[in-house]
């Protein structure tokens, strides 16, 4: 089967599991795993950053950088397509206590003036903005991708204000590679980022805080109040290395899938893919056909071994991903031409 459903499907390699065995291991929550500990040291430097905090998820890794950074009452901005407004469960107003300002903007990049209009200090009456959010890649947006140009904009004007930023880079090294820039670079503008190796990277858990020490200390305390402390964890650690050493260069790979898939998507009759926004691993595209809706075209795939599925009768989003190869693609754009052409 071809999964095109998200990044987060594939399965961790031999080679990758075989690394768990070899993996010193100590208590993670006592600082004494080795694997983890090289892990973070790794990521802290990758990104170029002080320290670095393990998580178990993105959706963790996202709430404790928050947490952190902002006090109940206080007003978060991010982008009203933001993963963290839609699908993390309220938790940065359930558990953080945030007052969230969604605001508006271009393929996921946050609209600059409409950003300095809704930052405030705070007054005796209205509450002051305690963090901006951005997402990089902005999965609602399309896998869009955003520059390191616009993150330092970003942080530039939060500064002013005396707030900070914080990046759910998910999968911002899909950023970087699309852009052809170090990672560190995306990262340098914010006070704190998450990533996951769960999703593109292809490990099977995990995700990463990275910041200054100062900031990670507390990142740290709210993972241990969230009950996200890990014992023996360097046998994920050992895997996410494992991620970092090999399955980064080869996103392009993916974004090159991507894109063929799109333009053969746009070449089908009733359907609607916006090119502009295909600048990652990801293509949402429309269904507007009499004969076939967003479900039954999914249906269909089904029968060419081919796993997608819809949003709504007329959305459907594709990712591709390190499980997916260039045979798998054009198997993918066949099965598009043979039900579709
Ligand atoms: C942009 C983005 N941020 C955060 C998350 C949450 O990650 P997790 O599912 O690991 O909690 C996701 C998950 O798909 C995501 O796409």
Redesign the pocket.
């Known amino acids: 089967m071809i999964d095109l459903r998200?990044d987060?499907k594939t399965l961790p390699t031999p080679e990758m599991l075989a690394t768990v065995t070899q993996a010193p291991l100590g208590d993670d929550v006592a600082g004494e795993d080795p694997t983890v500990n090289a892990l973070e040291a790794h990521c802290a430097q990758l990104l170029g950053k002080q320290a670095a905090v393990l998580v178990t998820?993105?959706?963790?890794g996202?709430l404790a950088s928050i947490y952190s950074q902002i006090r109940p009452g206080e007003e978060l901005i991010c982008h009203r397509q933001a993963?963290i407004y839609h699908?993390?469960r309220g938790g940065m107003s359930a558990v953080c206590g945030a007052l969230v300002r969604p605001i508006g903007g271009e393929k996921g990049a946050l609209d600059l003036d409409e950003l300095a209009d809704t930052l405030a200090e705070g007054d005796l009456h209205r509450q002051r903005t305690g963090l901006v959010c951005l997402?990089n890649t902005h999965?609602n947006c399309g896998g869009t991708v955003l520059s390191a140009e616009h993150t330092a904009q970003v942080a530039a004007i939060a500064r002013e204000y005396g707030v900070g930023v914080h990046i759910?880079g998910?999968?911002i090294f899909n950023a970087a590679v699309a852009l052809g820039v170090d990672v560190a670079s995306l990262a340098d503008p914010a006070d704190s980022v998450t990533f996951?190796f769960?999703?593109s990277l292809g490990a099977p858990v995990g995700?990463m805080i990275v910041g200054s020490e100062e900031l990670m200390k507390k990142v740290r305390e709210a993972r241990k109040l969230f009950g996200g402390g890990m014992r023996q964890a360097g046998v994920i650690a050992a895997m996410a290395l494992y991620s970092l050493e090999h399955n980064i260069s080869r996103l392009a790979d993916d974004h090159r899938h991507a894109t063929e898939i799109a333009r053969t998507l746009a070449e089908l009759r009733g359907i609607e893919v916006d090119l502009a926004t295909v600048e990652s691993n990801m293509v949402y595209f429309s269904v507007l056909r009499d004969d076939i809706n967003a479900p039954g075209l999914c249906e269909r795939l089904g029968e060419y071994g081919i796993k997608a599925g819809a949003r709504n009768d007329h959305l459907i989003r594709f990712v591709t991903h390190l499980d997916i190869d260039d045979a798998g693609c054009a198997r993918v754009c066949d099965a598009l031409r043979a039900v579709l052409g």
């Open positions: 998200s987060t998820g993105g959706t963790m996202n993963h699908y993390e997402e999965n759910d998910a999968r996951c769960s999703k995700a």
